[in-house]
């Protein structure tokens, strides 16, 4: 009885930290950020690549309402390992940019085949891993953005 009182006691401290924290702002959409480091020599071809291929898919993906934006970024990096470009889509919310939803998926497919001219999932993949030979992909991250609500 004791273990079942404590859980539930940290199950509702739990949710009063969250509660206490939103009181400050409100949820917005959420941002899934691709960062990449560019492999030397190949910044020109790989901007070639992104230019011919994601930015087309990206746009169908846009005007199709799968993705709210999209945006890329470049820095110079400080440090090995760190990334150079990055790739940004913005989806209305943190189920949308993480949970998989079957509908979307065959739109986005349809949207790669028209593409790639092909719907063979094999072939698209065969076309697009060059892409492999230019780039490291370095991980994703999930960003939400936030509105602060003004002080009393």
């Not at 230019?51 to 846009?62: E, I, Q, S």
């Not at 970024?73 to 939803?101: H, I």
Request: hydrophobic share 40%.
């Amino acid at each position: 009885m004791k273990r079942i009182t404590v859980a539930v006691c940290l199950f509702l401290f739990a949710g009063v930290g969250s509660a206490v924290a939103q009181e400050h702002f409100t949820e917005g959409p959420v941002w899934a950020c691709s960062a990449y480091r560019v492999k030397e020599g190949q910044w020109d071809n790989y901007m070639k690549y992104i230019r011919t291929n994601a930015l087309v898919t990206y746009t169908k993906a846009k005007q199709q309402g799968l993705i709210v934006d999209f945006k890329m970024f470049t820095q110079p990096p400080s440090r090995p390992g760190e990334w150079d470009f990055m790739v940004c889509q913005l989806f209305a919310s943190a189920g949308k940019a993480m949970d998989y939803n079957a509908a979307d998926q065959q739109k986005m497919d349809a949207i790669q085949a028209e593409h790639w001219k092909t719907s063979d999932q094999e072939k698209m993949r065969q076309m697009s891993a060059k892409r492999y030979d230019m780039r490291d992909f370095l991980g994703v991250s999930y960003i939400r953005e936030i509105s602060l609500r003004p002080m009393p």
